[in-house]
């Protein structure tokens, strides 16, 4: 199945889709560290506005649009907790992402964000989508469950033809298993600055009483700031995954993506929807094959019987012996071939 990837940051939706066996069309991104580090990565890269792009050629030929919007407004980050005025509403990128969805109709539409947003999103969102789709789902999914040794909750949109099952929890990671900090359980949120403008006294990191951000609990007891590699651990990226930028702007890139386990647990849920239905197609068909080989064996077996009655049948009891044996069976397969493969 191939995807389009609308604000792609630095890859980490892609690399879960890539793992979960989709083929990128293209990763559109309008920051230029961002769009060289899918570059780097071996993606698709489109260093642009999603605004900027025309889409009329992809018409009819996406399997899978996946978005994650601009949502600085419903952000938890920020604690803006809504759009205020004119400025948010223009930053809003729920818009401009159903328009494309309007234009390019993809099989499959799947959309990531802050769990802020669901509010807004079930008012202005879901109702576009339901007359465009025929199943349209919203999940809440921590991605503490299923592989991130990292508390980050997220909500998803799936729009399709099918319905899908959500992924199945998974055992839970901590710090510990993951980047060797004693910390007994999944990471707080791994956050998109590098804890700039914080004292760098271990006294003051101390009085904060969990690991949180950009921060950890360091053997002797002290704090300090996660390194970029920590922080990409925390949110499942590869080692070595080619973040390109300044340090801030990896740090932004980490903190800002969808954990690629995450989205490979989405994205599988929505293979699998796809797959079953190809599957029982599939089976139906093959069903459907023996069901008209069996007709021709029983017309002809019919035809023999008549001809040549077996041993023991009288021949005013053929019929009747046709009938018990054969004609039950024949309506059986009859109906069966008759009825619509769905
Ligand atoms: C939450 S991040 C996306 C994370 C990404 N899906 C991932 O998994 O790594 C949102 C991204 O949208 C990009 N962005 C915001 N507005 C955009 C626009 N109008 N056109 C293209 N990209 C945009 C930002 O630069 C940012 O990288």
């Not at 609308?6 to 990763?27: I, K, M, Q």
Request: proline content about 8%; glycine content about 8%.
């Amino acid at each position: 199945m191939n995807v389009l990837d609308l604000f792609a940051g630095a890859g980490g939706a892609a690399l879960g889709l890539h793992d979960a066996g989709f083929e990128h069309v293209a990763c559109v991104e309008r920051d230029a560290s961002a769009a060289a580090t899918l570059r780097a990565a071996g993606f698709p890269a489109v260093e642009a506005d999603v605004r900027d792009l025309d889409y009329a050629a992809l018409a009819g030929t996406i399997d899978v649009l996946w978005a994650s919007p601009p949502c600085q407004a419903w952000s938890s980050a920020n604690q803006h907790g809504g759009p205020k005025g004119e400025e948010d509403i223009a930053r809003n990128g729920w818009p401009w992402t159903l328009r494309i969805v309007r234009i390019v109709r993809p099989r499959w539409a799947i959309f990531e964000n802050v769990k802020n947003a669901r509010a807004h999103v079930e008012r202005a969102v879901l109702p576009e989508l339901r007359k465009l789709y025929a199943h349209v789902a919203l999940w809440v999914l921590n991605a503490a469950d299923h592989g991130a040794p990292q508390s980050r909750t997220r909500i998803f949109v799936i729009a399709g033809p099918r319905p899908v099952q959500p992924p199945a929890s998974q055992p839970r990671r901590t710090m510990r298993d993951a980047i060797a900090v004693p910390w007994d359980r999944p990471s707080p949120c791994v956050m998109t600055n590098e804890g700039k403008g914080r004292p760098t006294d271990p006294a003051w990191w101390r009085k904060l009483n969990n690991a949180s951000d950009a921060l950890a609990l360091a053997t002797d007891g002290a704090r300090r700031k996660l390194t970029l590699g920590e922080c990409a651990t925390l949110q499942t990226f590869p080692q070595g995954y080619p973040f390109a930028g300044r340090p801030e702007d990896r740090y932004r890139q980490v903190g800002n993506a969808v954990p690629p386990s995450l989205a490979a647990a989405v994205a599988r849920a929505v293979r699998a929807a796809e797959e079953g239905a190809g599957t029982i197609r599939e089976g139906l068909s093959a069903i459907r094959a023996s069901a008209e080989r069996v007709e021709r064996v029983l017309s002809l077996a019919v035809g023999f019987v008549r001809r040549r009655p077996p041993l023991g049948i009288a021949a005013d009891d053929i019929d009747g012996f046709v009938t018990r044996n054969v004609t039950q069976l024949r309506a059986m397969v009859g109906d069966f071939l008759s009825r619509r493969t769905p």
